[in-house]
């Protein structure tokens, strides 16, 4: 089974740019399932279940969605197997910008929009500077200058991965990336040994385990305060 991550910032596009690589699956006839993660709620898997794709989907809740990402990803991986699919889809659900829900040796994809302004890749970290393919979507909405100068910005960002437009639309470019996501000789059996290409966003304070009080007495653990000294400079702020 392949095995591919596809993450990305809010409403970019990874469910609808999902479903027509999967209409370009069927057409090749490979099986495909997707595994649907998010924080409180999400419908997706209807949209799944509606162009009869197995689907499963988790919601993390109060945790961050990429720590129980990892925590579940092997299970996740083991339920793929056992459906006998030929690529296991899994949806990040991307919520912060420092977000790095990548393995080492599984190919992962970051879903970006033009929409989101020409500076948002510098603001985006290991979800867009890890990934190995950065699909740009709704390029239809932008003028062709506006394209060029965003795929500049990226590329400025992350110069090793693959760039490409594909419309979520109509699936202009669906077929395409399908064919650099699947690769029949890729073969995965287990995640076991595997490691993530970065480190999880660290955070172990009070308000991590449930406080609601504002102060600094109610503050421990990880707690990283604001430089606002005059002297702050060159983003040294915060740090």
Same mark, same amino acid.
């Given at each position: 089974m392949n095995l591919v991550t596809i993450s990305g910032p809010p409403s970019s596009g990874k469910t609808s740019l999902i479903i027509k690589t999967i209409e370009s699956f069927k057409q090749r006839g490979i099986k495909v399932g997707v595994v649907k993660f998010d924080c409180l709620y999400t419908d997706d898997d209807k949209l799944y279940e509606k162009i009869g794709v197995p689907v499963r989907k988790? !919601?993390?809740?109060? !945790?961050?969605?990429?720590? #129980?990402? %990892?925590?579940? +990803?092997?299970?996740?991986?083991?339920? *793929?197997l056992e459906e006998?699919? =030929?690529?296991? @889809?899994?949806?990040? /659900?991307g919520l912060c910008n420092r977000?790095?829900?990548y393995i080492k040796d599984i190919? /992962?994809?970051? %879903? +970006? =929009?033009? &929409?989101? *302004?020409?500076?948002?890749?510098?603001? @985006? *970290?290991?979800m867009l500077k890890s990934a190995d393919i950065?699909? +740009?979507?709704?390029? =239809? @909405? %932008?003028?062709? /200058?506006?394209?060029?100068?965003?795929?500049? $910005?990226?590329?400025?960002?992350?110069?090793? /991965?693959?760039i490409m437009h594909v419309n979520g639309l109509n699936g202009q470019g669906a077929y395409e990336f399908g064919t650099l996501i699947y690769d029949e000789d890729d073969r995965l059996e287990s995640l076991k040994g595997k490691s993530l290409r970065f480190s999880m966003p660290s955070a172990l304070c009070? #308000?991590? !385990?449930?406080?609601?009080? @504002?102060?600094?007495?109610?503050?421990? *653990?990880?707690? $990283?305060? +604001? =430089? &606002?000294?005059?002297?702050?400079?060159g983003g040294s702020c915060g740090k």
């Open positions: 988790g !919601l993390s809740g109060s !945790l961050c969605p990429d720590h #129980y990402f %990892v925590s579940n +990803i092997e299970e996740v991986v083991k339920w *793929g006998n699919l =030929d690529i296991l @889809i899994t949806e990040s /659900a977000c790095s829900p190919k /992962a994809v970051c %879903v +970006i =929009d033009n &929409l989101s *302004g020409v500076n948002t890749p510098k603001k @985006i *970290g290991p950065v699909v +740009i979507t709704k390029g =239809d @909405i %932008v003028s062709q /200058a506006e394209r060029e100068v965003f795929s500049s $910005r990226v590329m400025s960002v992350n110069p090793k /991965a693959t009070s #308000y991590c !385990l449930g406080e609601t009080r @504002i102060g600094e007495e109610h503050q421990m *653990g990880n707690v $990283r305060k +604001i =430089d &606002l000294s005059s002297s702050c400079k």
